[in-house]
């Protein structure tokens, strides 16, 4: 969409801000932590940026995809912690992957039904349409309904994952706050329940809007 270039600057740098601060404030990181997590993503995006079409290209037509993305994920979450204790970056990074790959899935999936398909290029930019009570309600509909679905996944899919990751690992369950901390529990249950988020995301709740003509 087309939008005045100062309004994204300012939405930016609030979003960012306030993100910032909020790890600060909640004790979760340091500020010095903030200041290189910052700079590390400026580094990523000038590494990925070049080749963000490539990837996209590749997620989206490449048939085994699908399969590839998943195991990516799944393995840089087994292999990239080693704790001693029980931190809640583990979970935030198995959620984050998990969602990841979830959405890779749900857009896949899109291109391959023929859903939700990108706007030919000459079209583009896209110019926002005006406000009316009519566009709003339905916007504020779409928020909704989207977010019960995606709640309803969650709690459907962490009632399913924890007892079920407890028994194949043979975890005692009787105090699940203490089985979510285990790796072989933790692990799995964030990452199919924010994987199976991620898809509804891109796929169930788009297909949802189009059913009951919210689109």
């Given at each position: 969409y087309q939008y005045p270039l100062m309004f994204g600057l300012i939405l930016a740098f609030c979003w960012c801000s306030l993100v910032c601060?909020?790890?600060i404030y909640m004790g979760m990181h340091s500020i010095l932590d903030v200041i290189a997590g910052f700079l590390y993503?400026?580094?990523i995006l000038a590494v990925f940026h070049p080749l963000v079409?490539?990837?996209?290209?590749?997620n989206l037509t490449y048939k085994y995809a699908p399969l590839i993305i998943i195991s990516l994920h799944l393995a840089l979450g087994i292999f990239s912690f080693?704790?001693?204790?029980?931190?809640?970056?583990?979970?935030?990074?198995?959620?984050?992957?998990?969602?990841g790959a979830g959405v890779a899935c749900g857009s896949h999936l899109n291109y391959i039904l023929g859903l939700q398909l990108d706007p030919p290029p000459h079209t583009l930019p896209l110019s926002l349409s005006s406000l009316t009570v009519a566009v709003f309600g339905k916007a504020i509909l779409r928020l909704l309904?989207?977010?019960i679905v995606l709640l309803l996944t969650k709690v459907a899919m962490k009632k399913a994952t924890i007892p079920l990751a407890c028994r194949m690992f043979r975890v005692p369950h009787a105090d699940v706050r203490r089985a979510r901390q285990r790796m072989e529990v933790e692990l799995p249950y964030r990452y199919i329940t924010y994987g199976m988020v991620g898809f509804s995301l891109m796929f169930v709740v788009p297909c949802l809007f189009h059913f009951i003509g919210l689109s």
């Amino acid at each position: 969409y087309q939008y005045p270039l100062m309004f994204g600057l300012i939405l930016a740098f609030c979003w960012c801000s306030l993100v910032c601060c909020s790890r600060i404030y909640m004790g979760m990181h340091s500020i010095l932590d903030v200041i290189a997590g910052f700079l590390y993503a400026i580094l990523i995006l000038a590494v990925f940026h070049p080749l963000v079409d490539l990837i996209d290209d590749f997620n989206l037509t490449y048939k085994y995809a699908p399969l590839i993305i998943i195991s990516l994920h799944l393995a840089l979450g087994i292999f990239s912690f080693t704790l001693d204790t029980w931190s809640t970056s583990r979970g935030d990074t198995a959620q984050i992957l998990g969602c990841g790959a979830g959405v890779a899935c749900g857009s896949h999936l899109n291109y391959i039904l023929g859903l939700q398909l990108d706007p030919p290029p000459h079209t583009l930019p896209l110019s926002l349409s005006s406000l009316t009570v009519a566009v709003f309600g339905k916007a504020i509909l779409r928020l909704l309904v989207g977010v019960i679905v995606l709640l309803l996944t969650k709690v459907a899919m962490k009632k399913a994952t924890i007892p079920l990751a407890c028994r194949m690992f043979r975890v005692p369950h009787a105090d699940v706050r203490r089985a979510r901390q285990r790796m072989e529990v933790e692990l799995p249950y964030r990452y199919i329940t924010y994987g199976m988020v991620g898809f509804s995301l891109m796929f169930v709740v788009p297909c949802l809007f189009h059913f009951i003509g919210l689109s």
